[in-house]
């Protein structure tokens, strides 16, 4: 059932993101307002537009969640298998884990090196580094704590 609802929600996002149904849904869109005389500006009037859009708002919100999450997911594991495969510092890997504030922190640590103050500065910097993201062991133990536990 998750394989059949991934590849139904990688399908419904490749064509919501097509023109050509922008197209289709400004046509709609269209196609109600012209109506609006006809039916008086009435109360179901109305509510045909709001309706119709509120139920395709609320599915679609799941559809490209569940499609941007395992996009993301994927993006991750490559970026961890760079990182793992070169000389970059391997305390990066799994901090996609941290709380905002150590997040906003490592990216200004980040800025900071990347402004290429010298190899001294790229040194501290680094030290920096290992005082604002954990270690993989800790990093697991967040993961660990924070996935619910399986019930029998």
């Excluded at 990688?10 to 006809?38: C, D, H, M, N, Y």
């Excluded at 500006?41 to 537009?49: A, D, K, N, P, R």
């Excluded at 599915?59 to 569940?66: C, E, G, K």
């Excluded at 990066?92 to 504030?101: M, Q, R, S, T």
Aim: glycine letters at 4%; aromatic letters at 8%; charged letters at 30%.
């Amino acid at each position: 059932m998750k394989h059949l609802f991934a590849r139904f929600a990688t399908k419904i996002s490749e064509w919501a993101g097509k023109p050509v149904i922008f197209i289709l849904a400004l046509t709609a869109v269209i196609i109600w307002a012209a109506l609006g005389p006809v039916f008086d500006y009435s109360e179901t009037w109305q509510l045909v537009i709001n309706t119709g859009t509120t139920i395709i708002t609320f599915l679609m919100v799941f559809v490209l969640q569940n499609a941007q999450t395992r996009d993301t997911r994927a993006i991750q594991a490559k970026l961890n298998e760079i990182i793992l495969t070169s000389h970059a510092e391997n305390r990066f890997i799994g901090i996609e884990n941290l709380d905002e504030e150590e997040l906003k922190r490592l990216d200004e640590l980040v800025a900071k090196a990347a402004k290429g103050r010298g190899e001294t500065e790229a040194c501290r910097v680094s030290e920096d580094l290992k005082a604002v993201v954990p270690k993989k062991e800790e990093l697991r133990k967040r993961r660990a704590s924070a996935k619910p536990a399986k019930q029998k």
